[in-house]
Nanobody
Framework: QVQLVESGGGLVQPGGSLTLSCAAS????????MGWYRQAPGKQRELVAA????????NYADFVKGRFTISRDNAKNTVYLQMNSLKPEDTAVYYC??????????????WGQGTQVTVSS
């Protein structure tokens, strides 16, 4: 089992930026591909972005493409999500978890508590 702890969320105005961090309890290099998911109240959890084990392959959902950047620092056991040009519809709880090697959604570990992102003026 892997413990995942998300942080970095908060309240931001439309057009603003936030950087989220996901710290894992053991080597994410050994774990493999990782992704960021989000869930808004009353909606299904959706995959936002995914990155391969070594960072050579990245995929984004259409609704964040061009605005968000996923990255990873395997030495720090941490995955990041840089969010720019935030919109109110980005408001959700953001989680990290594993993904399939082809970068499609497939959570492999227990969900962490997530971090709340609220975009509002």
């Amino acid at each position: 089992q892997v413990q995942l702890v998300e942080s970095g969320g908060g309240l931001v105005q439309p057009g603003g930026s936030l950087t989220l961090s996901c710290a894992a309890s053991r080597s994410i290099f050994n774990i493999g591909a990782m992704g960021w998911y989000r869930q808004a109240p009353g909606k299904q959890r959706e995959l936002v972005a995914a990155i391969s084990r070594s960072g050579g392959s990245i995929n984004y959902a259409d609704f964040v493409k061009g605005r968000f950047t996923i990255s990873r620092d395997n030495a720090k056991n941490t995955v990041y999500l840089q969010m720019n040009s935030l919109k109110p519809e980005d408001t959700a709880v953001y989680y990290c978890n594993g993904v399939e090697p082809n970068l499609q959604a497939s959570p492999r570990w227990d969900w962490g508590q997530g971090t709340q992102v609220t975009v509002s003026s």
